[in-house]
């Protein structure tokens, strides 16, 4: 009896595999792919005959045959057909089935695009998730199987310290907003954070920590919080990294990182400043003359609280930039003004502000100075 034969599914001609989109498989690790994925057919079959892929990413097909192979999509299945022969009492005789290899319709590629000569090769770049199946005409019991997964898309959408400014020895609550909005699902991924200070350089990390997400699905957002115990006062940046083991296979990196402000209790301040220093939200008392030099910049941000002891006094060779904004301006006010940033002084209601509490704010010929949205 001869074989058989049908065709399943489109052929790559029309470049489109035929699938039935599927969610991403659980527990399938995604690959990180640099280059394309390579399938080479041999005589013992596809190798590797099951790959993991994302959308956009194109797959390449290398006939290591010494014949030319024509690649079709879909799956070959076995055909049982009866066995018929005739008997001698003139009736029909069914005897056990025959195992017949079937493909389904009838048909083979056509187009050249999927028809590989020896040594060729065929690239193909999928655009919808989903799990495609193909085979080689010329051996049709050996198949392999294309599974598509979409990207997800990790946007770090905040960050966020409280109380602010924080008391010496008193807790901060680090949060942080995450949300995927790829349209694939996100597998377990790290997220890490990281304070440093703003100022003096060299900069090293004082605190840190890490959170695990066991996974991400698409159009999801989840909220992280940490607490830490801080020891010293201090003007400090809090860096947030997802994926910070660099595991997902995303559309972008660009938006994993965000950034917040911690600030420590009362800070004390005496010297020259010599580079560009930012002071923000917490309350800095200069115990001594401060002069700006000429190539750096003072920058004074919406909320600080700044207390010179007496007779202390700040001079501007450089630039002074003091902007805050109608709700949280820029203060610079005596050091026994319980009013704004609280008690300094330690002495309850002991002492009240009077004018000449400190001595100056000098801007030099050589100086700038712009103030806005500001208490003197």
């Not at 495609?132 to 598509?148: C, I, Q």
Request: glycine share 10%; proline share 7%.
């Amino acid at each position: 009896m001869g074989r058989a034969r049908w065709s399943s599914g489109l052929v790559l001609a029309s470049l489109l595999f035929v699938a039935t989109p599927v969610a991403a498989r659980g527990g399938v690790a995604q690959p990180r792919l640099d280059v394309d994925q390579t399938i080479t057919l041999t005589l013992a079959g596809f190798a590797p005959d099951v790959v993991t892929t994302y959308t956009d990413v194109p797959v390449e097909w290398l006939n290591l045959l010494s014949t030319t192979a024509h690649l079709n999509s879909g799956t070959p299945y076995k055909a049982y057909l009866p066995r018929i022969v005739g008997g001698t009492s003139g009736l029909l005789d069914m005897r056990p089935s025959t195992e017949v290899d079937a493909v389904w319709p009838l048909g083979r590629l056509s187009a050249d695009s999927a028809t590989i000569p020896p040594g060729g090769r065929f690239v193909f770049t999928f655009t919808t998730p989903g799990d495609y199946d193909f085979y080689a005409s010329e051996l049709p019991a050996l198949t392999g199987r294309v599974t598509v997964l979409a990207r997800p898309d990790l946007d770090l959408h905040s960050v966020a310290v409280s109380p602010m400014p924080v008391a010496v020895n008193g807790t901060a609550v680090i949060s942080a907003v995450i949300a995927n909005l790829g349209p694939g699902p996100a597998e377990p991924f790290s997220v890490t954070w990281r304070a440093t200070p703003l100022w003096p350089l060299p900069q090293v990390e004082l605190y840190g920590g890490m959170w695990s997400v066991a996974g991400l699905p698409a159009g999801d957002s989840i909220v992280l919080t940490a607490t830490q115990v801080v020891t010293q006062p201090g003007a400090l940046n809090v860096v947030v990294n997802a994926d910070a083991g660099d595991i997902l296979v995303e559309t972008t990196k660009a938006n994993n990182a965000g950034e917040a402000e911690m600030v420590l209790g009362t800070i004390a301040y005496c010297g020259d400043i010599t580079g560009d220093a930012t002071w923000a939200y917490a309350v800095f008392v200069p115990t001594c003359n401060i002069t700006v030099q000429g190539n750096a910049t003072l920058t004074l941000r919406s909320g600080v609280v700044v207390k010179p002891m007496g007779g202390v006094g700040i001079y501007i060779n450089g630039r002074l930039n003091g902007v805050g904004d109608s709700i949280t301006p820029v203060v610079l006010t005596s050091y026994m003004d319980d009013t704004y940033g609280g008690d300094t002084n330690n002495d309850g209601s002991g002492s009240t502000p009077v004018p000449g509490s400190w001595t100056v704010i000098n801007i030099a010929s050589t100086g700038t100075a712009n103030i806005d949205y500001a208490r003197i």
